[in-house]
């Protein structure tokens, strides 16, 4: 192997290995382009300059990465503690589903409470969604890893089955999709003409409460300290059953929430695309946000762009979809590269290995 | 250069090892500078100094695992750059390190396979590895969990590792802190014997006495530098220490406690099945430590210590009734409930589960201190926990770059000082501490057993359970054994000598405890 252990990590690289993972991805990104026949200077134009050359760009980057990063804030502590939630987007589909459930069982309310009845109930979903996993590990240490990822394919049925019988509205010739939510049951818009609804404010004020959370709270130092050193937690009595519930849960309620976010907002209906696999993509975020509540910030950015560029090359380049998940995938697999480098170093230059094996022949002459 | 014709390799007058002006800086202490030193062939050569002194990074740069700022090394007589590990193991330095690096879910043969490098046949090494453990007096089982191993277990495989090298020097950083006083017999013959063949050794120990056995040749260090050089044994070990402390050794006192003495540990037919198939059953274990007392606990590492240990301060829970603390039974409790209840525990094990390896010391006084006013409303007191580890600091005397340090950055006796500390200032009602001074040097481990004794007097409960005999004789008011996951009962320290509690050691209790005669 050509790498050594680093006598301490480095701090340095923990925050050039972003950077460096958004240049190789771009680099290889390029190659990917003059692959297909497409100028890359015209095709880094398209995705990651026009998408933002209007207002109604700007609208719909915070609309998609609102989502991303409320999610990403709660798979952020599970992770730190080493609890791998991967099936946010059924928590997130759940939450949908509790939430929208509310405005299809009032739909004629005009009630200034069915928003936040919705909210509730989509918080609540995805959270009882999260606290599955969470009750299967503690009771029957099942790894959390498999049971949200296949508690997030039934999520999806349940749902699929819900707009396809009870729930599907009546006059959408056969489309699998409910009514459409009334004024009272969808968020406000902020601008004339442009899709930004209030439910940005939720995102905004998690990232404050999870900044509070992760940086000043006792709670948060111990789901940390679990996941640095578990027999440390052990040992200083810090229950490790309180991480998993809490990070699973607030995992899920966060998901939940982003879920009502979208049904209540830019969909309007429930649906079977009711994400394009934001809980899936918010992982990447939150592994590239470096865990920090305002890192993700910047990182949701970064992938409601991907996604916003990802469309607009579909249309101007006739690119395949495929291309957003592939941008989204290289990211992360070049930042768990980076990554390697917090902890490792590559070997001294060959020279000096030579050296050494020189001495070595030396010593046995 | 030219190439010339290598030299042979123990060319007599040649020395093996010359480090000329070594100086090396980390970024908030000078570890070495300009240290020199001379090691001959066939050479058993110590170096001394207090926790901190620079010993550890001095081998590390001979090891090649620490890159020094300046200076030379000389091998065999020629000039040698030394860039890595490996380039040291090329040479025919082998080096058994202070704080072990060994893969837990590997086993012990596995381990040193993955060291060696190279081809080879697991099989066969496990009977190398079987032969020159028993020849030198280090039981393994090459096919057991690193995992289940206790810490001395630890260290004879990377003892062993060494050995199967055949190195021309073999360094030991403070080697014999945790093995059996017969396995330092054993560990010194062979020491004797490859000194013999030509092998030098520079060894590490805070045992003074070791080091007047074994050693020709000592350098002392104090703050990095090289204050003196001493044949050991010319010198008694009170003029080494004071070579090594520069100032005399403070002498441990026990006064006589005039408070009222309450049971405040009880410990009632305790028994437990291990966790892992490698683990000791504890057998019918009862003792009851009071206030203002000292009780220890004697015998080596993996006589159930650990399962103990564990049963204790609440990481393993047991039966309700096993365990009372002050009164209340407390066995089902987990490790914070005991903690809120007045006990406070030192493990054996600093880093990882003493104090977490990536954090500061001010974050990890939070770890267990976080009940003296450092949390409040759920919300960390940043100022008040950089205040607490600053006071542990200073009153303890832990040596380290201030209270921002990671706690991975101290050397071992110092981040010991600072976790007694830590858990003392919580004014406890029972402390229980394990191996103490362990890889502690001579006057800090005076001035630990000093303020435990001093806790005690206080009226706190302290059980201690050390490998040391001589330490526990020092400052325990009452001794019991474990051997075999059964304890002895404990006896006053006028009743008893080193020959009865080491008869005890190897399992043969001088009377059946009254619980067991009864049950049989
Ligand atoms: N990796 C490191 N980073 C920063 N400081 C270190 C590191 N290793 C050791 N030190 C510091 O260097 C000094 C010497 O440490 P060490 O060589 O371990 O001493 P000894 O082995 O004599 O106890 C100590 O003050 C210690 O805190
Ligand atoms: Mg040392």
Redesign the interface.
């Known amino acids: 192997m050509l790498l050594e252990p680093r006598a301490t990590p480095s701090r340095w690289m923990s925050y050039a290995a972003p950077v460096l993972a958004i240049l190789l991805t771009l680099s290889v990104g390029a190659l990917l382009f003059l692959a297909l026949g497409i100028d890359p200077h015209e095709a880094f134009h398209v995705f990651f300059i026009k998408p933002l050359a209007d207002a109604n760009g700007w609208s719909e980057l915070l609309l998609k990465a609102a989502p991303l990063i409320l999610i990403a804030q709660g798979l952020a502590i599970g992770f730190r503690a080493r609890i791998f939630n991967i099936g946010a987007e059924g928590q997130l589909i759940m939450g949908a589903i509790f939430g929208g459930g509310v405005a299809i069982a009032f739909p004629e309310s005009q009630s200034a409470w069915l928003l936040p009845a919705m909210v509730l109930a989509g918080a609540l979903g995805g959270a009882l969604w999260g606290a599955i996993p969470a009750l299967l590990k503690t009771r029957f240490n099942a790894e959390e890893t498999l049971t949200t990822l296949m508690l997030a394919y039934v999520a999806n049925f349940i749902l699929s089955w819900l707009v396809s019988d009870p729930w599907r509205d009546p006059a959408g010739m056969n489309f699998p999709q409910s009514v459409m939510f009334g004024d009272a049951a969808l968020f406000s818009m902020l601008f004339d003409g442009l899709r930004l609804n209030t439910s940005v404010f939720i995102t905004a004020a998690a990232v404050l409460l999870f900044w509070l959370f992760v940086s000043k709270s006792f709670l948060s130092y111990q789901v940390t300290v679990g996941g640095l050193a578990p027999q440390a937690a052990r040992y200083a009595g810090f229950p490790a059953s309180r991480t998993v519930w809490l990070s699973l849960v607030l995992s899920g309620l966060t998901a939940g929430l982003a879920g009502i976010g979208e049904v209540a907002g830019p969909v309007g209906q429930l649906n079977l695309n009711i994400s394009p696999g934001y809980g899936y993509a918010a992982i990447i975020v939150a592994w590239i946000g470096r865990l920090h509540p305002v890192g993700i910030v910047f990182s949701g950015l970064l992938m409601a762009l991907i996604y916003l560029g990802g469309e607009a090359a579909q249309m101007a380049l006739q690119t395949p979809a495929a291309i957003t998940g592939i941008f989204q995938g290289m990211l992360l697999f070049f930042l768990l590269a980076c990554d390697v480098f917090i902890d490792f170093r590559l070997r001294k230059p060959l020279e000096k290995r030579r050296a050494a094996a020189l001495a070595k022949k030396r010593a046995t002459a | 250069m030219t190439p010339e014709p290598?030299p042979p390799?123990s060319l007599r007058g040649e020395p093996r090892l010359q480090l000329l002006h070594i100086s090396k800086r980390y970024p908030a202490v000078l570890a070495n500078e300009d240290v020199s030193l001379v090691v001959q062939p066939g050479e058993i050569h110590a170096v001394l100094g207090e926790n901190g002194a620079g010993k550890s990074t001095l081998m590390k740069v001979i090891y090649g695992?620490?890159k020094a700022d300046m200076g030379e090394i000389m091998?065999?007589g020629r000039q040698?750059?030394?860039?890595?590990p490996?380039?040291a193991r090329?040479?025919?330095i082998g080096m058994v390190f202070q704080h072990f690096s060994l893969f837990e879910t590997l086993t012990v043969v596995e381990n040193i396979a993955l060291s060696l490098g190279g081809e080879f046949d697991l099989a066969t090494l496990a009977v190398k590895v079987k032969e020159v453990s028993q020849r030198y007096g280090l039981p393994l089982d090459p096919l057991r969990h690193v995992h289940s191993l206790s810490v001395g277990e630890r260290q004879r495989v990377e003892i062993v590792r060494c050995l199967l090298q055949n190195p021309q020097l073999l360094i030991l950083d403070e080697p014999t802190s945790v093995l059996t006083p017969q396995a330092v017999r054993k560990l010194f013959e062979t020491l004797r014997q490859l000194a013999s063949e030509g092998v030098s050794i520079l060894y590490i120990s805070h045992k003074l006495d070791e080091i007047r056995e074994l050693c020709e040749r000592a350098t002392v260090m104090r703050g990095g530098r090289v204050t003196g050089e001493a044949d050991p044994r010319q010198e008694s070990s009170a003029s080494l220490a004071r070579m090594m402390i520069g100032r005399e050794l403070p002498h441990c006192e026990a006064p006589l406690f005039d408070g009222e003495r309450k049971p405040l540990l009880e410990i009632r037919s305790l028994s437990r099945e291990p966790e892992d198939a490698f683990g000791t059953r504890l057998t019918d274990i009862a003792l009851t430590v009071h206030s203002g007392e000292v009780v220890g606990i004697a015998g080596i590492s993996g006589n159930g210590q650990a399962e103990l240990l564990a049963a204790l301060?609440?990481?393993t829970p047991v039966a309700r009734e096993m365990v009372h603390l002050c009164g209340e039974a407390v066995g089902h409790r987990?490790?914070?409930?005991?903690?809120d209840r007045g006990l406070s525990?030192v493990?054996e094990?600093r880093l990882?589960?003493?104090?977490?390896?990536?954090?500061s010391l001010a974050?990890n006084a939070?770890?267990?201190a976080?009940r003296e006013g450092l949390?409040r409303h759920?919300?960390?007191r940043f100022a008040a926990a950089r205040e607490f580890a600053q006071r542990c600091i200073e009153r303890f005397d832990v040596r380290c770059g201030g209270s921002s340090a990671?706690a991975?950055?101290l050397s071992g006796g110092n981040l010991q000082k600072f976790i007694v500390g830590r858990e003392i200032m919580q004014t406890p009602k029972v402390m229980i501490v394990a191996q103490p001074t362990w890889g502690v040097d001579v006057g800090a481990s005076a001035f630990l057993r000093q303020t435990l004794l001093d806790l005690s007097r206080s009226g706190v409960g302290v059980l201690v359970i050390s490998e040391e005999l001589e330490e526990l004789f020092e400052i325990c008011d009452r001794i019991a054994v474990l051997a075999g996951g059964r304890l002895s009962p404990a006896v006053p320290r006028g009743q008893t000598n080193a020959e009865a509690i080491g008869l005890a050691m190897s399992g043969l209790f001088a009377q059946p405890t009254p619980e067991r005669a009864h049950a049989a």
Not at chain 2, 80 to 84: A, R, S
Not at chain 2, 334 to 339: F, H, L, Y
């Open positions: 290598t390799v695992a620490v091998w065999n040698v750059d030394i860039p890595d490996a380039a090329a040479l025919g301060s609440g990481e987990d490790a914070g409930a005991r903690r525990f493990p094990e990882g589960r003493g104090a977490v390896p990536a954090m974050d939070l770890l267990t976080h949390v759920g919300m960390r990671l991975r950055s």
